[in-house]
């Protein structure tokens, strides 16, 4: 069954540094998405992008944060100076339609600002 | 704000008996809703999808959607220690282009 995935699994980094958390959605789906989660709260939606540009974004998804699909496979989420409080879990998450509506979560990146 | 409320929990039930999960939104313009099953660490995976008012079963599944009460529940019959969670209720915001609001979930123990 296909699946979304995410790389790393894991990243820390020193704040101020620059991330980029990569994911590879479901090949024929259309819709992607970033959400984040930090421990201990829900889970909270970032941004969605649809052919080629962002769709939509939350009041979290500042300018600090930028998402590309730099080929026909991976979706990025960069930000570009981490802060302590960027600390949590990021999810990556695509849908095949609006119809179906359904998003279907990759596994996570966990990001560790120190 | 939209709003997604659950009852944190912790729900704790016997193997076997069923649960049943809560959930109100604010957004009386939603017309998508979703259960996703959440275990510590790991990301939500869909259970249920429900789209018109009524109940639609899945197995041991059943949501229930009443878009009055702006009101849907989760009922897992034949509870397992498996089913040992948090439950995310997820709603689509209405106005378009699919961004979700989650609740904070509820935590459910199925207890052998």
């Known amino acids: 069954e296909p699946e979304v995935t995410q790389t790393p699994s894991h990243q820390v980094t020193q704040m101020g540094q620059e991330v980029i958390l990569r994911c590879v959605p479901i090949?024929?789906?259309?819709?992607f998405y970033w959400y984040r989660q930090i421990l201990g709260q829900k889970v909270e939606f970032l941004v969605s992008?649809?052919?080629?540009?962002?769709?939509?974004k939350s009041e979290i998804f500042d300018d600090q944060f930028s998402v590309e699909r730099p080929d026909g496979s991976n979706f990025t989420l960069k930000i570009r100076s981490t802060k302590l409080e960027d600390s949590a879990m990021y999810f990556c998450a695509s849908g095949q339609d609006t119809s179906t509506d359904t998003q279907y979560f990759g596994p996570g990146t966990r990001l560790t600002v120190l | 704000q939209k709003e997604v409320e659950q009852n944190s929990g912790p729900l704790s039930v016997p193997e076997g008996a069923i649960a049943s999960l809560n959930c109100t939104y604010s957004?009386?313009?939603?017309?998508?809703f979703f259960w996703y099953r959440q275990y510590s660490g790991k990301s939500p995976e869909l259970i249920m999808s429900i789209y018109s008012n009524g109940d639609k079963e899945d197995g041991r599944f059943t949501a229930q959607l009443n878009k009055a009460s702006q009101y849907v529940s989760l009922l897992i019959r034949d509870s397992q220690p498996s089913d040992s969670a948090t439950y995310l209720c997820?709603?689509?915001?209405?106005?378009?282009?699919?961004?979700?609001?989650f609740g904070t979930g509820t935590k459910l123990q199925v207890i052998p």
């Open positions: 090949s024929n789906h259309l819709y």
């Open positions: 997820a709603v689509i915001d209405s106005g378009g282009y699919q961004k979700v609001t």
């Open positions: 992008f649809y052919n080629n540009e962002i769709s939509e």
């Open positions: 957004d009386r313009g939603s017309q998508s």
